[in-house]
């Protein structure tokens, strides 16, 4: 089997709560991804979407995957899409880094293969664990008391684990977790994702501030060494999350004990097969994770779903739905939350069905 064309569609996902912020100002109103197509000569079609979270959160961008596919895709004609191996060392030949570029051809040949085999990815992956898998819910940055209205409203809907997008203004962030965390329960999980917002000596005030509450920190500076002298002199458990974005940084942190859980997003590390390298890993090493994209909607939730439920359960801290977060369905057969739950289709490969009519035409096309 070889791969004969490399084509891509833009969609714009609104979000059904209009904007979503973060740290430093940031926000989007609407999302712009890229749906991935690989045709084969046997004319069996395989799909994967990469959604980068704005410009300014990973070294990403919408456009930028356009113009990678248009650079990478004539090295990959001829190729066969289910030596996933030997197809991401072409890749990684062909173009050096910019791994969110690779991310989406990697999972729509992680989708052909499954076809071709005649089973779900996430059996592919190591095995499908249990019927579904636990989803976090991301919380807006906003005041206290909206952010703590938006928690009961979607605890109300069956969500069990909470991230809350802080990394503003230190005393505003201590009342942002003081106001959600009133709103949990036992069993409740509460992570509070500064995304790189705070610098070293307001990181540990918060963190202090909130000594008595039982909430993860994420990511709370910049930089790796910033993040580590705050882990050590804070009691919470901890997440690393834009700094870890290779098998370097994963095996860095794990010797500097510096993270009990790490965040793993597929465009981040360069695709499913290079996030299965590092999600093995971790499982080996004893680290729980948070499994995931930058954004995305029915495709990219779907390849997430595949993931997750392939990854044993004590393991999985949490994972999320993004198709649920956006008001454009682009797939049929994509998960749907149930009761904060979400399952991997039992349908070969992704088990999705593109909406031709919603994807539009394409703007890009390697043949
Ligand atoms: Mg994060």
């Not at 996933?84 to 990684?92: A, E, P, Q, V």
């Not at 918060?206 to 909430?215: F, G, L, N, Q, T």
């Not at 919470?236 to 940084?249: A, C, K, R, S, Y």
Request: hydrophobic share 40%.
């Amino acid at each position: 089997m070889k791969i004969q064309r490399i084509f891509a569609h833009r969609i714009e996902l609104p979000l059904h709560e209009t904007t979503y912020r973060w740290s430093g100002g940031k926000s989007v109103t609407v999302f712009d991804s890229t749906v991935v197509g690989i045709e084969t000569d046997t004319g069996r079609v395989g799909y994967g979407e990469v959604c980068p979270l704005g410009p300014f959160y990973l070294p990403a961008y919408a456009e930028g995957v356009r113009a990678g596919l248009r650079e990478l895709g004539p090295h990959l004609l001829g190729e066969d899409p289910r030596q996933l191996g030997k197809l991401n060392r072409t890749m990684d030949a062909a173009l050096k880094g910019h791994p969110y570029v690779k991310s989406g051809i990697d999972i729509a040949c992680w989708d052909i293969l499954g076809q071709s085999a005649g089973m779900p990815v996430c059996e592919l992956l190591g095995g499908r664990y249990g019927d579904s898998v636990p989803l976090y819910r991301a919380i807006s940055q906003e005041s206290p008391e909206e952010m703590a209205r938006k928690v009961a409203g979607y605890r109300a809907e069956g969500y069990r684990r909470f991230q809350l997008k802080v990394g503003g203004d230190p005393d505003l962030d201590i009342a942002r977790i003081r106001a959600v965390a009133a709103q949990l329960e036992s069993g409740d999980r509460l992570v509070a994702d500064a995304n790189t917002g705070w610098i070293q000596h307001e990181a540990v005030r918060v963190a202090k501030a909130v000594r008595d509450v039982d909430v993860y920190i994420e990511q709370p500076c910049l930089t790796y060494e910033e993040c580590l002298a705050v882990r050590r002199q804070i009691p919470h458990p901890f997440v690393l999350d834009e700094t870890i974005d290779d098998l370097g940084m994963l095996l860095r942190g794990r010797a500097d004990l510096a993270m009990d859980v790490v965040n793993l997003k597929i465009s981040k590390l360069g695709g499913l097969t290079k996030i299965k390298q590092a999600r093995d890993l971790c499982v080996s090493l004893g680290i729980g994770m948070t499994l995931e994209d930058s954004w995305g909607g029915d495709l990219a939730t779907a390849a997430i779903a595949h993931l997750a439920q392939s990854t044993p359960p004590e393991f999985l801290f949490s994972t999320t739905d993004f198709n649920s977060y956006v008001t454009v369905s682009t797939a049929e057969g994509a998960p749907q939350r149930v009761m904060g739950r979400m399952a991997a289709s039992r349908a070969p490969g992704l088990g999705i069905q593109p909406r031709m009519e919603v994807l539009g035409r394409r703007v890009v096309e390697v043949f």
